[in-house]
């Protein structure tokens, strides 16, 4: 989905240079899971269990323009 890799591009090219390990994996992680999983996370007020991976998609989704 278009929109999916536009709110990762910008989480990638605005917060990659300063995150912290932690959330480099679970970026790394996101990148991994199906479309619809993230969609889910990204655009349908989901959250994955792990709060590490659940901070990150907090965070794509506040800063989403």
Same mark, same amino acid.
């Given at each position: 989905?278009? +929109?999916?890799?536009?709110?990762?591009?910008?989480?990638?090219?605005?917060?990659?240079? $300063?995150? %912290?390990? !932690?959330? /480099?994996? *679970?970026?790394?992680?996101?990148? +991994?899971?199906?479309?619809?999983?993230?969609?889910?996370?990204?655009?349908?007020?989901? $959250?994955? %269990?792990? !709060?590490? /991976?659940? *901070?990150?998609?907090?965070?794509?989704?506040?800063?989403?323009?």
């Amino acid at each position: 989905m278009k +929109e999916l890799d536009v709110l990762l591009t910008q989480w990638l090219e605005r917060d990659w240079p $300063r995150a %912290a390990e !932690a959330e /480099r994996r *679970a970026f790394e992680w996101l990148l +991994e899971q199906p479309d619809a999983e993230l969609a889910g996370w990204l655009l349908g007020g989901a $959250r994955p %269990a792990n !709060a590490v /991976r659940a *901070a990150l998609v907090d965070d794509i989704v506040r800063r989403r323009a």
